[in-house]
Nanobody, 116 residues
Framework: QVQLVESGGGLVQAGGSLRLSCIVS????????IGWFRQAPGKERELVAAFSRDGSTNYVDSVKGRFTSSRDNSKNAVYLQMNNLKPEDTAVYYC??????????WGQGTQVTVSS
């Protein structure tokens, strides 16, 4: 059974940075399929970053130029470097398969709070 464990969130001032980690364990689930999601209070969960088959990464417009996703196959880990954070980035961040058909049970997520 696949387990997803997110960490690295916290409270940061606007303009600050955080690095989130997602550790995938429990099966041969490919980290190349992993995307980063976030859910703000009262809003639906949205996909903010996902790896493409050509090796590039796609980002939602609101985070382009500020967020960078990377992966370490040796550690079965995916990371999300978030720079120049804005209050509107405040949300619980999750990792999971970007494709709905590959999605597994959601982890607990990690809270990111950006103060103005």
């Amino acid at each position: 059974q696949v387990q997803l464990v997110e960490s690295g969130g916290g409270l940061v001032q606007a303009g600050g940075s955080l690095r989130l980690s997602c550790i995938v364990s429990g099966s041969s689930f490919s980290i190349n399929a992993i995307g980063w999601f976030r859910q703000a209070p009262g809003k639906e969960r949205e996909l903010v970053a996902a790896f493409s088959r050509d090796g590039s990464t796609n980002y939602v417009d609101s985070v382009k130029g500020r967020f960078t996703s990377s992966r370490d196959n040796s550690k079965n880990a995916v990371y999300l470097q978030m720079n120049n954070l804005k209050p509107e980035d405040t949300a619980v961040y999750y990792c999971n398969a970007a494709s709905p058909r590959l999605r597994v049970d959601w982890g607990q997520g990690t809270q990111v709070t950006v103060s103005s």
